[in-house]
C-alpha cells in the first residue's frame, strides 16, 4: 500500500513569509498528525485530527499556524507568517481509528523548512 | 505531563556487534504503550518494536529486543548482531492510552552510528 505523502520536501524562505505544507495519509487511515521536529530534537506533536475535526492543538502556536483536513482525507498546515524558529522538519503520520492497530502510526518523509 | 528522557545523544558500535540504547520515561499513568522508532538519515520514521505497559514480558522483533522495567521506568533497546544499515537516529517514545487518543511524546534520539 501507499505511503504517508508530503510535499513539498524543502522549502526555504525569508522570515514574515507564509507557507504551506500538504499531507496525503494512507488510504483508509481516519487519524493524521502534524509533528515539528527541530534539529536536535524529537518530534514534537502540533495537532491531532480525527477525520476532519481537531482533536488535540494544544501545542500549536494559533497566532501564526493553522490547519485544515476538508473532507477528512489530505490536510495542509500553514504558516503565517514564519519566524526563524519554525526552521525544522514537519513531519505528517496517520494511523487506523478503529481496531487493535490504532495505536500505530505512519510516518511521511517530512517537509524541511529553513527559515531565513 | 509524560517525559521522555534518552541521555545518550550519539552511539557506535562495530558491525555485528551489539549495542544498547538507553531510555527512560517518567508518567503517572498505568496504561501506556512504549515505542522505539528509528529514523534512518533523509529518511522517514519507522517503527522498530513496541511494548504495552501491562506486558511483563520483554517485546522482541528479530535482532532487536528491550528491557522493560516498569518500576524503574526504564525502557532499553538491545540490537544484535548490528548491521550497517541501523545506522540511524533513534527515539523512544510514550503512548498514553486514554480515550482512544493515542498521542506519541518522544525523547531527543540517540544517533547510533554502525562502523565496518
Known amino acids: 500500500e501507499a505511503g504517508v505523502a508530503q510535499s513539498p520536501r524543502y522549502k526555504i524562505i525569508e522570515k514574515r513569509q507564509s507557507v504551506a505544507f500538504w499531507c496525503n495519509p494512507i488510504?483508509?487511515?481516519?487519524?493524521l498528525y502534524w509533528y515539528q521536529q527541530i534539529l536536535g530534537q524529537g518530534p514534537k506533536l502540533l495537532i491531532q485530527?480525527?477525520?476532519?475535526?481537531?482533536?488535540?492543538d494544544s501545542q500549536l502556536p494559533k497566532d501564526r499556524f493553522s490547519a485544515e483536513r476538508l473532507k477528512g482525507v489530505d490536510s495542509t498546515l500553514k504558516i503565517q507568517p514564519a519566524k526563524l524558529e519554525d526552521s525544522a522538519v514537519y513531519l505528517c503520520?496517520?494511523?487506523?481509528?478503529?481496531?487493535?492497530?490504532?495505536?500505530?502510526?505512519?510516518f511521511g518523509p517530512g517537509t524541511r523548512l529553513t527559515v531565513l | 505531563a509524560q517525559t521522555v528522557t534518552q541521555s545518550q545523544p550519539e552511539m557506535s558500535v562495530q558491525e555485528a556487534e551489539t549495542v544498547t540504547l538507553s531510555c527512560t520515561y517518567d508518567?503517572?499513568?498505568?496504561?501506556?504503550?512504549l515505542f522505539w522508532y528509528k529514523q534512518p538519515p533523509s529518511r522517514q520514521m519507522i517503527l522498530v518494536i513496541r511494548?504495552?505497559?501491562?506486558?511483563?514480558q520483554n517485546a522482541t522483533e528479530n535482532r532487536f529486543s528491550v528491557n522493560f522495567q516498569k518500576a524503574a521506568k526504564s525502557f532499553s533497546l538491545k540490537i544484535s548482531d548490528s548491521q550497517l544499515g541501523d545506522t540511524a537516529m533513534y527515539f523512544c517514545?510514550?503512548?498514553?492510552?486514554?480515550?482512544?487518543?493515542?498521542?506519541?511524546?518522544f525523547g531527543k534520539g540517540t544517533l547510533l552510528t554502525v562502523n565496518p
Open positions: 503520520a496517520s494511523s487506523l481509528r478503529q481496531g487493535a492497530f490504532s495505536w500505530e502510526q505512519f
Open positions: 517514545a510514550f503512548m498514553k492510552h486514554q480515550d482512544s487518543n493515542y498521542k506519541l511524546t
Open positions: 485530527f480525527q477525520n476532519n475535526g481537531v482533536v488535540d
Open positions: 508518567t503517572s499513568e498505568s496504561n501506556y504503550y
Open positions: 511494548q504495552e505497559a501491562y506486558k511483563q
Open positions: 488510504s483508509g487511515h481516519a487519524t
